[in-house]
């Protein structure tokens, strides 16, 4: 049961803000929303994750609705580099666990 | 860099050899995750070690196992391969193992079974 839906590709032109929409509706009140993505078959990495604020780091912007039942990623300035495979994640309840990986977005950056 | 390192880079072998497959967590990270990457299954989640013990099981064969040693390497060892089992084997480490934690990932290991 897939706990997250993403459209599969999106594109977006370089230099601009590219925003990757997430559905959660069925995320719990203790679940954290993560992103992560992956470039080319190297290995995942990790981008941001919240839980109800929204949040910032030196890579992207996470927005969180209010309801909690969606969520954008966003990427300010778009490079070439930014093209990949974007894992939006909803996991938590306290307990370790592997991460789900579903089949992502794959974001186009164009020049 | 992640930090993350993960060897061999490349293993070709043959259907019914074993192999092992090494990990080596970033600085301080408790927790080590394996996951395997195939064309038609995607990313899965196979296992977690935390601090040397066994935490959580995902889609892990039988013919896979895997342990966590004192230094916190971890060892990913599967037997009697089948061409189903040709994949990127990727670790992955955390500081804990409860939320909330992200995980940092190593280059992967390529393994092609013939």
């Known amino acids: 049961d897939a706990k997250t839906t993403q459209p599969p590709s999106m594109d977006c032109a370089e230099g601009r803000a590219a925003n990757l929409p997430c559905n959660h509706s069925t995320i719990s009140g203790n679940e954290y929303v993560y992103w992560y993505r992956q470039i080319h078959s190297q290995g995942p990495q990790y981008i941001i994750h919240?839980?109800?604020n929204n949040e910032t780091n030196e890579m992207a912007s996470l927005i969180i609705t209010e309801d909690r039942k969606s969520s954008t990623l966003i990427l300010p300035h778009a490079t070439l580099r930014d093209t990949a495979v974007y894992y939006c994640i909803v996991m938590g309840g306290g307990g370790a666990d592997g991460l789900t990986f579903g089949k992502g977005t794959h974001l186009i950056i164009q020049p | 860099d992640s930090g993350v390192t993960q060897t061999p880079k490349h293993l070709i072998t043959a259907t019914g050899q074993r192999v092992t497959l090494r990990c080596s967590p970033r600085s301080g990270d408790l927790s080590v995750y394996w996951y395997q990457q195939s064309l038609d299954q995607g990313l899965q989640f196979l296992i977690q070690y935390y601090n040397g013990e066994e935490r959580a099981k995902g889609n892990i064969l039988e013919r896979f196992s895997a342990q966590q040693f004192p230094d916190l390497h971890s060892e990913l060892n599967l037997s009697s391969l089948e061409l189903g089992d040709s994949a990127l084997y990727f670790c992955?480490?955390?500081?804990?193992?409860?939320?909330?934690?992200?995980?940092?990932f190593g280059p992967g290991t390529r393994l092609t079974v013939t």
């Open positions: 992955a480490s955390s500081v804990g193992q409860s939320e909330p934690y992200e995980q940092y």
């Open positions: 919240g839980l109800k």
